[in-house]
Nanobody, 123 residues
């Protein structure tokens, strides 16, 4: 059974930076694409970024140029470096794993989810 645990959330002022981490355990990390999603209060869970086992990355238009996803296959970790944060980036950020070959831009394709970490960007 896959376990995902996020860390690194917190409160930051607009324009600031945070780095989220996600630890993966339980199955073979390289068999999964890894994604980050976020959910603001009262809204649906939205795609933020994803990285395949071969390091191909995809981003939501709203975060391109500000957020960077990466993975460390040796240590079963995935990261989300968040720079130039805006108040609209506020939400709970979830790390998720989708089997290799899945259409990883949508939440429904992800089989495993972490409990989430809160990010709050103040104006």
């Amino acid at each position: 059974q896959v376990q995902l645990v996020e860390s690194g959330g917190g409160l930051v002022q607009a324009g600031g930076s945070l780095r989220l981490s996600c630890a993966f355990s339980g199955l073979t990390f390289m068999d999964y694409a890894m994604g980050w999603f976020r959910q603001a209060p009262g809204k649906e869970r939205d795609f933020v970024a994803a990285v395949t086992w071969s390091d191909y990355t995809s981003y939501a238009d709203s975060v391109k140029g500000r957020l960077t996803i990466s993975r460390d296959n040796a240590n079963n970790m995935v990261y989300l470096q968040m720079n130039s944060l805006k108040p609209e980036d506020t939400g709970v950020y979830y790390c998720a794993a989708a089997p290799r070959g899945s259409y990883y831009l949508i939440a429904e394709k992800y089989h495993y989810w972490g409990p989430g970490t809160q990010v709050t960007v103040s104006s």
